[in-house]
């Protein structure tokens, strides 16, 4: 891959880290990442990635904009009130990188229609909000043995990590949440600082840039618990369960 002029100004900054060079940036440009739910985490999740170059980015989601979205769900404004949410973020990632294919899923992902675009990504990134959703998510990302990248968010609260699912030594989402059920809490119902997504949206944006560049340590193992009120950072480890029904043998 030959950069253009244009291209070696847009990514500057990402070439001079030694981490990234021209070949991490050749590897974002080749990238296919599928971002599920463009709401508080999905936001800068696809800005952060269309910015970064990410080659070709899905982002899927079947709500529309409303007016409470906009305290923290950045990629979309006023003007977006009432239609949907991908064709809202869409506008926002084009019109910072008009160079990279960005394609938006008005729908709800599940059933085949998740399979086939688990099967087509090279990482998925999970920004829903309801348990069932992630474990369905889960399920799909260990049938294709794909990255995920999960965080969720709560109040002041949040956590991220990253399973390398259907990989014989990774945990996946299930094996650490497989028992429980979905609580119902939720931003709706328990509200939500609006940078907290902000902070865990933008370290899913990391997490997966990591992936594709092939450096650092990545999360795969760990979780990372963030509190914003003590702003205080935990890690715990996140053990494959043998057992497991989803990934265990
Ligand atoms: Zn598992």
Same mark, same amino acid.
């Given at each position: 891959?030959?950069?253009?002029?244009?291209?070696?100004?847009?990514?500057?900054?990402?070439?001079?880290?030694?981490?990234?060079? !021209?070949?991490?940036?050749?590897?974002?440009?080749?990238?296919?990442?599928?971002?599920? *739910?463009?709401?508080?985490? *999905?936001? %800068?999740?696809?800005?952060?990635?269309?910015?970064?170059? &990410?080659?070709?980015?899905?982002?899927?989601?079947?709500?529309?904009?409303?007016?409470?979205?906009?305290?923290?769900?950045?990629?979309?404004?006023?003007?977006?009130?009432? +239609?949907?949410?991908? $064709?809202? @973020?869409?506008?926002?990632?084009?019109?910072?990188?008009?160079?990279?294919?960005?394609?938006?899923?008005?729908?709800?992902?599940?059933?085949?229609?998740?399979?086939?675009? !688990?099967?087509?990504?090279?990482?998925? &990134?999970?920004?829903?909000?309801?348990?069932?959703?992630?474990?369905?998510?889960?399920?799909? @990302?260990?049938?294709?043995?794909?990255?995920? &990248?999960?965080?969720? !968010?709560?109040?002041?609260?949040?956590?991220?990590?990253?399973?390398?699912?259907? +990989? %014989?030594?990774?945990?996946?989402?299930?094996?650490?949440?497989?028992?429980?059920?979905?609580?119902?809490?939720?931003?709706?119902?328990?509200?939500?600082? $609006?940078?907290?997504?902000?902070?865990?949206?933008?370290?899913?944006?990391?997490? &997966?840039?990591?992936?594709?560049?092939?450096?650092?340590?990545?999360?795969?193992?760990?979780?990372?618990?963030?509190?914003?009120?003590?702003?205080?950072?935990?890690?715990?480890?996140?053990?494959?369960?043998?057992?497991?029904?989803?990934?265990?043998?």
């Amino acid at each position: 891959m030959v950069f253009s002029d244009n291209e070696l100004s847009r990514y500057s900054r990402h070439i001079l880290l030694p981490e990234v060079d !021209v070949q991490g940036q050749e590897k974002l440009l080749s990238a296919k990442v599928l971002i599920i *739910g463009v709401g508080g985490l *999905g936001s %800068p999740v696809a800005l952060y990635l269309a910015a970064s170059g &990410v080659g070709e980015i899905t982002i899927a989601d079947h709500d529309k904009v409303e007016l409470n979205n906009l305290q923290r769900q950045i990629a979309h404004d006023e003007q977006g009130i009432g +239609h949907s949410k991908v $064709s809202s @973020c869409y506008q926002r990632m084009i019109n910072i990188n008009s160079h990279i294919k960005i394609n938006p899923i008005n729908d709800k992902l599940n059933g085949e229609l998740l399979l086939s675009q !688990v099967a087509a990504a090279d990482i998925v &990134v999970d920004c829903t909000d309801n348990l069932t959703t992630r474990f369905e998510i889960n399920q799909a @990302c260990v049938t294709y043995k794909k990255w995920l &990248v999960s965080a969720a !968010v709560i109040r002041w609260e949040g956590q991220i990590s990253v399973y390398h699912c259907g +990989h %014989p030594d990774s945990p996946c989402y299930h094996c650490f949440y497989g028992g429980r059920n979905d609580s119902r809490q939720n931003c709706s119902n328990s509200g939500i600082l $609006s940078p907290v997504v902000g902070v865990l949206g933008s370290m899913q944006a990391i997490e &997966v840039i990591k992936l594709i560049i092939n450096k650092g340590d990545s999360l795969i193992g760990r979780v990372l618990l963030f509190d914003a009120l003590s702003m205080q950072w935990e890690s715990m480890q996140l053990p494959k369960n043998p057992n497991c029904s989803v990934c265990g043998s």
